[in-house]
């Protein structure tokens, strides 16, 4: 058997841990009830028929769909060779196998999972591209920043991004929230661009204590909060964890080392963007999960989202190359801020609905 025939070998035996793979490939099936169809039908039903939709997510969350776990699954299988060809061009090379799978991990992130003799397994939360991505639609469609006029009235935007949070919460990892109209032009291209970005620097994050030896001191870590019950994961502290957005943070920003410098002004901004915005929406969700007394998996296993971020941006200062690399991620960051007071009002008119 030769090196690469054991490596494939070693793989194969990594994939037959992951859970989607041993479910049927049943085509997801278009709910066309499900979603909005034009941007006027957003949020537009009578106030009682809004509260008691984010409701009933609550109270009776949706069951996993083998379908949209395949698309997600389709999305990591994608974005894994993708990362590893990143790490190899900034100058480090994956020896390890790994295998990227889709999990209900309950925490915006992945969590790396060691197979003895086998490779690594990183796990990727499956609401994590759910909800980044419907707050990217959302944003995108609220401010004129995108286009004019906006697509979305505050009113419209602070509905949908509860139902995307509320979804994320109460969700099991199993609920999509209510799927807005398709976007085009600029808009379209910016999500599509910041959703894979985000995707890949989660990724990049776990491969990072690959590449830096973090897994071979971790400890185990068991959580019994998860959607899907008691899940082990490795703590490796969180220093390491900074050093491993530091490592993925780096290799990302090497991708743009052959653009021009009017490419590099404008993707740098929206690179920069995307890594920070899972970041940004764990302290959101880390918030309300804290308000509402929901259990946050792993939650020790990280620094503070705050402090995370803080140490993520000194280490982009240093290193981006355009002036206005970090105006988007900021514009990101306090629009979601903006957004909490309103958000909060709606968890509190479900609250009344549901005492």
């Known amino acids: 058997m030769t090196v690469e025939e054991l490596r494939g070998r070693h793989v194969e035996l990594l994939r037959n841990r992951r859970v989607v793979d041993h479910l049927d490939a049943v085509p997801r099936v278009a709910d066309t009830g499900h979603r909005y169809h034009t941007w006027t039908q957003v949020a537009a039903e009578p ?3 809004r509260v008691a939709r984010l409701a009933d997510v609550r109270v009776r969350p ?29 100058g480090w090379t994956v020896t390890t196998p790994v295998l990227a799978g889709v999990f209900p991990t309950g925490t915006l992130d992945g969590l790396c999972v060691p197979v003895p003799g086998r490779g690594v397994l990183v796990l990727v939360n ?3 591209p759910d909800l980044a991505g419907a707050v990217l639609k959302i944003m ?5 920043n995108y286009g004019t006029p906006p697509l979305l009235t505050a009113e419209q935007a602070s509905y949908t991004l509860a139902e995307a949070l509320n979804a994320y919460l109460y969700g099991n990892g199993a609920v999509e929230a209510r799927p807005l109209p398709e976007l085009s032009g600029q808009r379209s291209a910016l999500v599509g661009l910041m959703l894979r970005r985000a995707t890949q620097f989660v990724i990049a994050h776990e491969v990072g204590h690959v590449l830096a030896g973090h897994l071979v001191n971790s400890r185990r870590w068991t959580d019994p909060n998860t959607p899907v019950g008691v899940l082990d994961a ?8 900074h050093e491993a957005d530091r490592i993925a943070a780096m290799v990302m920003l090497h991708s743009l080392d052959d653009l021009s410098p009017r490419e590099l002004d404008v993707h740098e901004p929206c690179l920069v963007a995307a890594l920070l915005l899972v970041p940004f929406l764990h302290e959101i969700t880390d918030r309300f999960a804290d308000e509402l007394g929901l259990a946050v998996p792993f939650a020790g296993s990280h620094p503070p989202p705050v402090r995370r971020i ?7 200062a240093e290193r981006v ?3 206005r690399a970090l105006d988007l991620a900021a514009d990101v960051a306090t629009w ?6 309103d958000v909060r009002e709606w968890f509190r008119l479900v609250d009344e609905v549901l005492i």
């Open 126 to 128: 499956s609401a994590l």
């Open 336 to 341: 979601l801020e903006d957004q909490v007071t």
């Open 47 to 49: 106030l009682p028929t």
């Open 321 to 323: 190359r355009t002036p």
């Open 234 to 241: 490795q703590s490796v502290g969180w220093s390491r964890e």
């Open 310 to 316: 803080q140490s993520l941006v000194e280490h982009l």
């Open 62 to 90: 949706a069951a996993y769909r083998h379908g949209h776990l395949h698309d997600l699954q389709r999305t990591l299988d994608a974005l894994l060779p993708e990362v590893l060809h990143l790490a190899r061009a900034a």
């Open 140 to 144: 995108t469609g609220a401010l004129p």
